[in-house]
């Protein structure tokens, strides 16, 4: 487990037990990866992320996070600390009055102090150029603005791992191209999911395809 930060050991998940989304699926993410997941619609990656974090559990095999096998709760809480996940769904990920209340909800979470946490949370608003949004009432902003606001609640936390479902929908060319200069800027590992194209070739290096319920790899992720 040298040098892996979160892996798939021969998992096999299904919601029937007669049709496995995934079949002795095998997947590792080391520091620096920079993965892109493709597959068709119902192959099962965002089905496979919801693993990673252990909002899923495997029928068969286990995830393996920090040299650690991973089974119960308790042993992905201390996951979640490192592994940060942006849903597909912003709505799922936002439920605080205020874009700040949502982003300080993280930090706060991980234990810092209120003061500390609010700072984690400007932070990462100030990263994405939405400083001016930390007294917004979240329910009022659009697509596009709820899906940074839901991206900055994972920066807030500093994760060695980002689990990106869609990042870029909704979003316009300016705030892809922020997002953009962000991940590339960042010292952490990530898997996303995306159909925009020219956005996987920018940001990531390598190429997972999900097909049959296994993982295959491509080097070219523009392939």
């Keep these: 487990m040298s040098g892996i930060l979160i892996a798939l050991r021969n998992v096999t998940f299904g919601y029937e037990a007669a049709r496995p989304v995934l079949r002795n699926a095998a ?88 003061a500390e946490a609010r700072q984690s949370a400007m932070d990462a608003l100030a990263q994405l150029g939405m400083s001016d949004f930390a007294e917004r009432v979240t329910h009022h902003l659009s697509v596009g603005e709820k899906k940074l606001v839901a991206l900055a609640t994972i920066l807030s936390m500093k994760p060695s791992v980002l689990l990106l479902d869609e990042p870029t929908a909704g979003l316009d060319e300016n705030a892809v191209e922020r997002v953009i200069a962000l991940l590339n800027g960042l010292d952490a590992a990530w898997l996303v999911i995306s159909q925009d194209h020219d956005f996987l070739a920018r940001v990531t290096s390598r190429r997972l395809t999900l097909a049959d319920g296994a993982i295959h790899e491509r080097r070219d992720p523009r392939s």
């Design 27 to 114: 997947l590792e993410i080391r520091p620096g990866d920079r993965a892109a997941l493709a597959g068709r619609n119902g192959a099962g990656k965002t089905t496979l992320l919801y693993l990673l974090v252990g909002l899923l559990r495997p029928q068969a095999g286990h995830v393996e996070a920090m040299g650690r096998t991973c089974r119960h709760e308790e042993d992905f809480v201390a996951v979640r600390r490192r592994v940060a996940l942006l849903f597909q769904n912003s709505e799922d990920q936002l439920f605080c009055p205020t874009v700040l209340e949502d982003v300080a909800f993280g930090p706060l979470n991980l234990g810092q102090p209120p």
